[in-house]
Protein backbone atom coordinates (compact mmCIF):
# COMPACT_ATOMS: atom_id res chain seq x y z
CA UNK A 1 0.00 0.00 0.00
CA UNK A 2 1.72 3.25 -0.88
CA UNK A 3 2.53 5.73 1.74
CA UNK A 4 0.55 8.94 1.75
CA UNK A 5 2.59 12.00 1.73
CA UNK A 6 3.15 14.01 5.16
CA UNK A 7 1.00 17.18 4.15
CA UNK A 8 -2.12 14.59 3.01
CA UNK A 9 -1.56 13.19 6.55
CA UNK A 10 -1.65 16.25 8.53
CA UNK A 11 -4.83 16.89 6.67
CA UNK A 12 -6.47 13.55 7.42
CA UNK A 13 -5.55 14.18 11.06
CA UNK A 14 -7.03 17.32 11.58
CA UNK A 15 -10.59 16.87 9.65
CA UNK A 16 -10.50 13.78 12.29
CA UNK A 17 -9.86 15.99 15.32
CA UNK A 18 -12.11 18.64 13.76
CA UNK A 19 -15.39 15.83 13.39
CA UNK A 20 -14.50 14.28 16.79
CA UNK A 21 -15.04 18.09 18.21
CA UNK A 22 -18.47 18.58 16.51
CA UNK A 23 -19.50 15.05 17.57
CA UNK A 24 -22.84 15.33 20.21
CA UNK A 25 -22.76 13.73 23.52
CA UNK A 26 -25.44 11.21 23.80
CA UNK A 27 -28.88 12.48 25.02
CA UNK A 28 -29.00 12.35 29.08
CA UNK A 29 -25.26 11.44 29.14
CA UNK A 30 -24.84 14.43 31.55
CA UNK A 31 -28.74 14.78 32.88
CA UNK A 32 -29.38 17.93 30.77
CA UNK A 33 -25.99 19.91 32.64
CA UNK A 34 -23.02 21.28 30.54
CA UNK A 35 -21.35 19.58 27.62
CA UNK A 36 -18.99 16.72 28.44
CA UNK A 37 -19.32 17.61 32.12
CA UNK A 38 -19.32 14.02 33.03
CA UNK A 39 -16.95 11.46 31.51
CA UNK A 40 -18.00 8.51 29.40
CA UNK A 41 -15.09 6.34 30.95
CA UNK A 42 -16.50 6.40 34.43
CA UNK A 43 -18.31 3.58 35.46
CA UNK A 44 -21.76 4.62 36.67
CA UNK A 45 -23.36 5.23 39.48
CA UNK A 46 -25.94 2.13 39.97
CA UNK A 47 -27.93 4.21 42.14
CA UNK A 48 -27.91 7.61 40.20
CA UNK A 49 -28.89 4.96 37.21
CA UNK A 50 -31.89 3.52 39.16
CA UNK A 51 -32.70 7.13 40.14
CA UNK A 52 -33.04 8.63 36.52
CA UNK A 53 -35.12 5.76 35.64
CA UNK A 54 -37.59 6.43 38.52
CA UNK A 55 -37.48 9.92 37.32
CA UNK A 56 -38.50 8.79 33.84
CA UNK A 57 -41.08 6.59 35.20
CA UNK A 58 -42.73 9.43 37.14
CA UNK A 59 -41.94 7.73 40.19
CA UNK A 60 -40.49 10.94 41.93
CA UNK A 61 -40.97 9.79 45.57
CA UNK A 62 -38.49 6.78 45.08
CA UNK A 63 -35.94 8.65 43.10
CA UNK A 64 -35.24 11.07 45.94
CA UNK A 65 -33.71 8.67 48.35
CA UNK A 66 -31.60 7.34 45.99
CA UNK A 67 -30.28 10.23 45.16
CA UNK A 68 -29.69 11.49 48.44
CA UNK A 69 -27.42 8.33 48.53
CA UNK A 70 -25.96 9.53 45.50
CA UNK A 71 -24.59 13.22 46.66
CA UNK A 72 -24.13 12.29 49.87
CA UNK A 73 -20.93 10.26 48.03
CA UNK A 74 -20.25 12.80 45.77
CA UNK A 75 -20.81 16.19 46.35
CA UNK A 76 -19.60 17.56 43.34
CA UNK A 77 -22.06 16.01 41.03
CA UNK A 78 -24.26 18.69 39.46
CA UNK A 79 -26.19 16.20 37.72
CA UNK A 80 -27.33 14.09 40.98
CA UNK A 81 -28.50 17.69 42.70
CA UNK A 82 -30.07 18.65 39.57
CA UNK A 83 -32.13 15.60 39.58
CA UNK A 84 -32.88 15.44 43.24
CA UNK A 85 -34.18 19.20 42.98
CA UNK A 86 -36.28 18.03 40.17
CA UNK A 87 -37.82 15.21 41.63
CA UNK A 88 -38.46 17.27 44.84
CA UNK A 89 -40.03 19.92 42.77
CA UNK A 90 -42.47 17.26 41.38
CA UNK A 91 -43.56 15.85 44.22
CA UNK A 92 -44.68 19.34 45.31
CA UNK A 93 -42.55 21.02 46.92
CA UNK A 94 -41.11 23.64 44.37
CA UNK A 95 -39.54 25.38 47.20
CA UNK A 96 -37.56 22.77 48.52
CA UNK A 97 -36.13 22.22 45.50
CA UNK A 98 -34.35 26.02 45.17
CA UNK A 99 -31.23 25.71 47.39
CA UNK A 100 -31.08 21.96 45.73
CA UNK A 101 -31.19 23.37 42.13
CA UNK A 102 -28.38 26.42 44.07
CA UNK A 103 -25.82 23.61 45.11
CA UNK A 104 -26.23 21.92 41.24
CA UNK A 105 -25.43 25.50 39.97
CA UNK A 106 -22.40 26.40 42.14
CA UNK A 107 -21.00 23.22 41.26
CA UNK A 108 -21.47 24.02 37.56
CA UNK A 109 -22.69 27.57 36.74
CA UNK A 110 -23.32 26.52 32.98
CA UNK A 111 -25.58 23.57 34.22
CA UNK A 112 -28.23 24.55 31.58
CA UNK A 113 -31.22 21.57 33.09
CA UNK A 114 -30.59 23.32 36.19
CA UNK A 115 -31.32 27.17 34.93
CA UNK A 116 -34.32 25.98 32.96
CA UNK A 117 -35.64 23.36 36.04
CA UNK A 118 -35.44 26.18 38.80
CA UNK A 119 -36.51 28.76 36.04
CA UNK A 120 -39.73 26.40 36.73
CA UNK A 121 -39.69 26.28 40.01
CA UNK A 122 -39.67 30.29 40.36
CA UNK A 123 -42.68 30.59 37.91
CA UNK A 124 -44.50 27.86 40.44
CA UNK A 125 -43.61 30.15 43.13
CA UNK A 126 -45.20 32.97 40.95
CA UNK A 127 -41.27 34.49 41.23
CA UNK A 128 -41.25 36.30 37.52
CA UNK A 129 -38.37 37.86 37.80
CA UNK A 130 -36.28 35.23 38.98
CA UNK A 131 -36.87 32.92 36.55
CA UNK A 132 -36.37 35.35 34.20
CA UNK A 133 -32.93 35.99 35.79
CA UNK A 134 -32.61 31.86 34.87
CA UNK A 135 -33.90 32.64 31.12
CA UNK A 136 -31.31 34.78 30.52
CA UNK A 137 -28.57 32.38 31.84
CA UNK A 138 -29.89 30.44 29.41
CA UNK A 139 -29.67 32.61 26.49
CA UNK A 140 -26.41 33.09 27.03
CA UNK A 141 -25.26 29.88 27.72
CA UNK A 142 -27.32 28.43 23.97
CA UNK A 143 -25.19 29.87 21.38
CA UNK A 144 -27.80 28.73 18.81
CA UNK A 145 -30.95 28.29 21.46
CA UNK A 146 -31.55 25.25 22.93
CA UNK A 147 -34.09 22.64 24.30
CA UNK A 148 -33.93 24.33 27.82
CA UNK A 149 -33.76 27.86 26.89
CA UNK A 150 -36.95 27.04 24.66
CA UNK A 151 -38.76 25.20 27.26
CA UNK A 152 -38.27 27.86 29.93
CA UNK A 153 -39.19 30.66 27.60
CA UNK A 154 -42.58 29.04 26.65
CA UNK A 155 -43.52 28.47 30.31
CA UNK A 156 -42.56 31.86 30.92
CA UNK A 157 -44.65 33.57 28.12
CA UNK A 158 -47.69 30.90 29.43
CA UNK A 159 -47.28 32.83 32.64
CA UNK A 160 -46.99 36.27 31.80
CA UNK A 161 -49.94 35.71 29.11
CA UNK A 162 -52.28 34.29 31.75
CA UNK A 163 -51.53 37.02 34.40
CA UNK A 164 -49.59 34.19 36.47
CA UNK A 165 -52.29 31.50 36.34
CA UNK A 166 -50.52 28.76 33.98
CA UNK A 167 -47.79 27.33 36.13
CA UNK A 168 -45.55 24.74 35.42
CA UNK A 169 -47.24 22.13 37.60
CA UNK A 170 -45.61 19.25 39.90
CA UNK A 171 -47.50 16.59 37.43
CA UNK A 172 -45.72 17.99 34.15
CA UNK A 173 -43.46 16.40 32.53
Same mark, same amino acid.
Given at each position: MPRLPRYAMLFVVLVLA??????? !?PAGADGGGSEGARSSIQPEDPQYSAAVKAIKANEYA?? !???LES????DGKNADAYNWLA??????????G?????? $???? !??????GAHEYIGEAYLMLDNLPKAKEHLRAL???????????RDLK???????K??? $?????????
Open positions: LLSSWLP !IKA !IPLVVSRYATRKTGNPASLPIYQ $KALA !IDPKHRDSLCTFSCSEYRAVEAYESGG $KSKPTASSW
